[in-house]
Structure formats: structure tokens, C-alpha cells
């Protein structure tokens, strides 16, 4: 965890980890991780909200708990930029990572995989292979794609990538 | 084609006679003409070659597979139309796999399943095989549309869908089961999986459905550098699965830092994905066609121009379960397998000896095979040979102690309850 900040560092430390370890073909046993995935998104998005940093939401898309979609914002410059947010459970779960989405980013940024999915291979892969299974959906967010967007935004908006949605301006979406 | 043009021109003939009015002769000529001149075309475009019936060792321009043939001619493999019998399943149909694809093609394989979720980009014009008029195109109907036109021989069958998510990956495990081409085949329906993808998940994807059916696969990877890359056979339950430890990268050789540019997420070369997938069909001839040594890993390093191999015995504390039952299995056979090594071992030696090799033996010395490999000795050797290293860490040790209460407002512990409790936060 060298290299981390401090707020991120204690951000992680107390949103609760999981113990099951179990993927989407397990029955039973997913249904306990997907629990324990619901409590470590319910303690990690109050504990946004009390520290006035709220930045995603995210809900399950089917009844499984397989397919996730939300948005999550990040702020530059006092302007908030928004985006869809959304990713599928892998069935290797949770050996594998979910691999994150944002569709309306892709083929604006190298650091990113076809179909919009966030590169995470460098910062948040090693740490997710490191705490399996104890790492779930809460984690993912705060590790894999807050540090992205901490990254990304500012230069995708310097750059004329993006624009925000009030720059009459512009037909992109922010 | 050809014939429906003669009767176009015997229609215009018999119309051509049948006007009274001869103003409209010159046009109808005309019309002629044309016909003529699209029957010369369509006579000179290439003609796709029919099917053949049995692989042919006649030395003759026209037989397709008389070069193949001569390898049983020259003592290398036994009986190279078995080929035809085989079916290999290929996921990831990109740089290494659209190529693997091509060479199997090219070689008479009997069946080939192809799997990709992607299309064709002009981004991938640095690699092999697709075109660009493909561009759009699925990889999977672009690859069938060069296939089929290479060797109409081969039986290909295209998926376009991604093996990870859980809808496609039971789609998958069903091609996969599916015997239909050679029922008398034991197991699953293929011979051989091979992993042509570009990222882990889709690794561990194949990794798990190969687990699960007691598949035997091999993996390939070019690194993100384009300098580097392995092949590797998987054995359920006798070599180390995919899961059983970190994945192995080779190293570039020279100093990281130097390689690794920021913003860039991958590098390709047609080089270095060429080479490796010709060393993955090569193994896979090997293993198919029972010739040479199949190797259980191969690295490339293209900058030292260096090739490590080695062997990885499965991990007896692997986190796959279904890896473990492989395991499991493969201990229990243990005794079948001495039984026939050794059987192999004294008809070799019946031939090779005739007397004992020293007449007396004072001190009882004989050579025992230190290198058993059934043997698990309950930790798996960390160490490498030179030149490879780990791409991820091992998971840290899974204390089963919940972790320390957190300061949270949940307490229930019903789903339906915990998504209402979510979406309430998300309304705030």
C-alpha cells in the first residue's frame, strides 16, 4: 500500500471486508457474498455521505446481483463531471476483479480497453490478487476507480476530451 | 453461373428472331455483348476449391496437402491425417489467436471453435491476418470468412460472446461438452483449448471451464511491451493450473523503468505475436499429432533473444476448487500410471539389455529418480529460473476471524432488505 495517500489509506481501512469467497455459479454461497457485498457498499457510501464526499451509485441490474449499473462524478475546477457506471460480476469472481465500465469515456483515453473499461492493471490489480477474498464491489470503487478518475478527469477536461454539461459550447456529454 | 448466362444468351437470341422490327437488333447485339463479357469474368474469378474426401500423399500441384504428408514420408509423424479427427477450441481471436487459427487451418485440422467478443478495428492492421475491408466485422465472422476460403475442409464454428460473464461462459461450457463432430471421443467434446486472450480474467475464465471438464489447454500471452511472451500446457490435476499460482511473465531483461511509458496500455508487434503463435500451434502439434517433446512452458525474450522453460507441479493448496478434485484424481490413478511406466520401462530395457550392467553390486547401490513427480510435498518451490517472474502477488493468508466490527448502521442480513437500504442511500 506504499504510494497511497493517507485519506484513501483510512477510507479503506474502514469499510468492512468480506469473507465469503464465492462467484456467481456458487447458489448458495454467492448469495451470502453478495450480502456481504450490499453491507460493504451500505457502510462505504454512508461513510461518503457523513464526510460530504458522496461520488457513485450503484445498484444491482438483475435480481442475481451479476450486472451492476450506477454513476459516479468527480469534481475539477468546482465543476462536476458525470458518468454511467457499470460492470459485470466475472465468474471467476472474486478471484478476478469486476472490470469497471465507463462507456461514455471509451476511445477518449489510452488508459482504458475497448468497451470502456478502466485500466487498472498496474495500481489495483496486484492489491485485489493480495486481499482476495476479503476485497468486494465497495473496494474496487475506492482502489481501482477513484485513483482513475482522481487521474483521468482533470486531463480529459484540460484537454478538450470532455466538456462539462452546462458548456453551451459543447454536444459531449459530461 | 456459367450456365444461367447461356441461357440469358439463348433468351436474347430466340426474342432477337422473334422481333419484327429490326431497328431493335442493334441493341439487343449489344445486350450480348455484355452477357459475354460478364460470362468472361466470372470465368476468370478464382474458383474455390471443393472439399476433399481423404488427406492425399500424391506429389502433384493440385493436392493441398501433399507437403503435410511428406512429414510421415520423412519419419516425423506417424499418421498425419488423424489430424482430421481433432477438434481445438481457440478463445480470443486477436494478434495470436486469429493466426493460431490460421496455421491449424492451413494444416487440416478437423474442427475448429472460434471465440471473441470484439470486432475488427483499423488498430489491429499492425497485426496478422485480418484485412481492412474486415474492419466492423466481428472477429469471429471475419476469421470464418479467410477460414472457409483457405480449407473449406475445416468444420468452424464461431461464438461471439464473452466468456467471463456468467450468460457466456455457460455458453462456453456447452460448445465445449458438445460431441456432436466425433461422438466416440472420450470426455469433453474438443481435444485441446487454447487460450489466445489478452487479459487475466479471461484467463481464469478458460482456466476455470478447463478445471471443471478435465480439459487440457494451453496458454499463450504477449506481454503488454510487445517484447516478450509464453506458451504453456495445462493438464487439470497434473501441472499447475492457472489459479494454482501467480501468473509468470517473462522478464524484459533491462530495466523496468525504461520500458514503461505512462498513458500507453498496450503495445503490439505482428513479430513477436507471430512467433508466439507459432510456437503454440507447434506445441500443439506436437501433443496432437504425438511427436517430438511437448513443452509444459516456453518464454520468449525478444530482446535477449532468450527462451526459459520449466515445469510447474499443481499447488496442493490451490484457491480452484474444482483444480483440487483434478488433483485429487490424478493421485488416485497413481498406481495405473507406475504400473504402465514401468511395463514401458522393462520392454525398452528387454531390448536395450541383455546382461546386467555390473556384475556385482558390493554396496547395493542402485539410482533412484529423485524427481517424482507424483509427489506433493505441501509447498509448491517459489523459486524461478532465471529470466521469469510473478505478475501478481499470492493472496496473503485468509484469516477466517471476521474482521473487527466497523461502525455501520446494518444489521440485517436479508438481500431483498440490504438492496432497499442501498437504493435509499443512492435516493438521498
Known amino acids: 500500500m506504499e504510494g497511497w495517500d493517507t485519506s484513501t489509506k483510512s477510507t479503506l481501512t474502514q469499510i468492512p471486508l468480506l469473507s465469503a469467497k464465492a462467484g456467481p455459479r456458487d447458489g448458495a454461497s454467492w448469495t451470502q457474498r453478495l450480502k456481504e457485498e450490499y453491507k460493504s457498499l451500505i457502510a462505504y457510501t454512508q461513510m461518503n455521505k457523513s464526510n460530504d464526499n458522496d461520488w457513485f451509485h450503484i445498484s444491482a441490474a438483475n435480481p442475481e446481483g451479476t450486472r451492476w449499473t450506477g454513476k459516479c462524478w468527480y469534481v475539477h475546477n468546482l465543476l462536476k463531471y458525470e458518468f454511467d457506471l457499470q460492470f459485470d460480476i466475472p465468474v471467476t469472481y472474486p478471484s478476478t476483479a469486476p472490470e469497471l465500465e465507463l462507456p461514455q469515456l471509451d476511445g477518449k483515453t489510452q488508459k482504458m480497453y475497448r468497451g470502456g473499461k478502466i485500466c487498472l492493471t498496474v495500481h489495483f490489480k496486484p492489491l485485489w490478487a493480495k486481499n482476495c477474498p476479503r476485497f468486494g464491489i465497495a473496494h474496487a470503487l475506492c482502489l481501482g476507480l477513484a485513483p482513475w478518475l482522481a487521474a483521468e478527469v482533470p486531463i480529459l477536461v484540460d484537454s478538450g476530451m470532455i466538456k462539462h454539461k452546462d458548456d453551451s459550447s459543447s454536444s459531449a456529454e459530461s | ?428
Not at chain 2, 497434473?238 to 509468470?248: H, I, K
Request: hydrophobic fraction near 40%; glycine fraction near 6%; include cysteine.
Open chain 2, 1 to 428: 453461373m456459367e450456365v444461367e448466362l447461356l441461357e440469358l444468351l439463348k433468351d436474347l437470341e430466340t426474342l432477337k428472331r422473334s422481333l419484327p422490327d429490326s431497328s431493335l437488333h442493334a441493341s439487343i447485339d449489344k445486350m450480348r455483348l455484355r452477357v459475354d463479357y460478364v460470362t468472361n469474368l466470372a470465368n476468370a474469378a478464382p474458383a474455390r476449391r471443393s472439399k476433399v474426401k481423404d488427406m492425399s500423399a500424391e506429389v502433384v500441384d493440385t493436392n493441398p496437402y501433399s507437403r503435410l504428408m511428406a512429414l510421415q514420408r520423412m519419419g516425423i509423424v506417424e499418421n498425419y491425417e488423424r489430424i482430421r479427427e481433432f477438434s481445438v477450441a481457440i478463445v480470443g481471436i486477436g494478434g495470436v489467436g486469429s493466426v493460431a487459427a490460421e496455421m491449424l487451418t492451413r494444416c487440416g485440422i478437423g474442427r475448429l471453435l472460434l471465440y471473441d467478443y470484439d470486432k475488427v478495428e483499423l488498430a489491429n492492421m499492425n497485426r496478422l491476418f485480418f484485412r481492412p475491408e474486415q474492419v466492423g466485422m466481428t472477429k469471429t465472422d471475419a476469421a470464418v470468412q479467410t477460414l472457409s476460403d483457405i480449407n473449406p475442409d475445416v468444420v468452424l464454428e464461431s461464438y461471439t460472446l464473452n466468456i467471463t460473464t456468467v450468460q457466456g461462459f455457460d455458453t462456453f461450457m456447452s460448445s465445449l461438452k458438445n460431441k456432436t463432430f466425433r461422438p466416440s471421443k472420450e470426455g469433453s467434446g474438443v481435444d485441446l483449448v487454447l487460450s489466445c486472450v489478452d487479459n487475466y480474467e479471461a484467463r481464469m475464465a478458460v482456466n476455470q471451464a478447463c478445471n471443471e471438464l478435465n480439459q487440457i489447454w494451453m496458454e499463450s500471452g504477449v506481454s503488454e511491451d510487445a517484447v516478450s511472451g509464453h506458451i504453456q500446457l495445462l493438464v487439470p490435476g497434473e501441472t499447475a493450473c492457472f489459479a494454482c499460482a501467480p501468473p509468470l511473465v517473462v522478464a524484459s531483461g533491462v530495466d523496468e523503468r525504461t520500458l514503461k511509458r505512462e498513458g500507453v496500455c498496450a503495445a503490439s508487434l505482428p513479430t513477436t505475436m507471430g512467433v508466439v503463435a507459432g510456437l503454440l500451434v507447434q506445441n500443439t502439434l506436437k501433443l496432437l499429432l504425438q511427436f517430438g517433446n511437448v513443452s509444459p512452458y516456453l518464454g520468449y525474450n525478444s530482446l535477449k533473444d532468450y527462451f526459459p522453460t520449466m515445469e510447474m507441479k499443481p499447488n496442493p493448496q490451490c484457491s480452484n476448487a474444482a483444480c483440487l478434485e483434478r488433483q485429487k484424481e490424478y493421485m488416485l490413478t497413481k498406481p495405473v500410471r507406475d504400473a504402465a511406466a514401468k511395463a514401458k520401462l522393462e520392454a525398452a530395457a528387454s531390448v536395450a539389455l541383455e546382461g546386467p550392467l555390473h556384475a556385482d553390486n558390493e554396496w547395493n547401490i542402485s539410482v533412484v529418480d529423485d524427481s517424482d513427480p507424483d509427489s506433493i510435498d505441501g509447498a509448491t518451490s517459489d523459486a524461478l529460473p532465471e529470466g521469469l517472474k510473478r505478475e501478481l502477488p499470492t493472496a496473503d493468508e485468509f484469516q477466517n476471524t471476521p474482521p473487527a466490527a466497523v461502525p455501520t448502521t446494518t444489521t440485517v442480513d436479508d438481500l431483498e432488505e440490504l438492496r432497499k437500504q442501498l437504493e435509499a442511500l443512492n435516493a438521498e
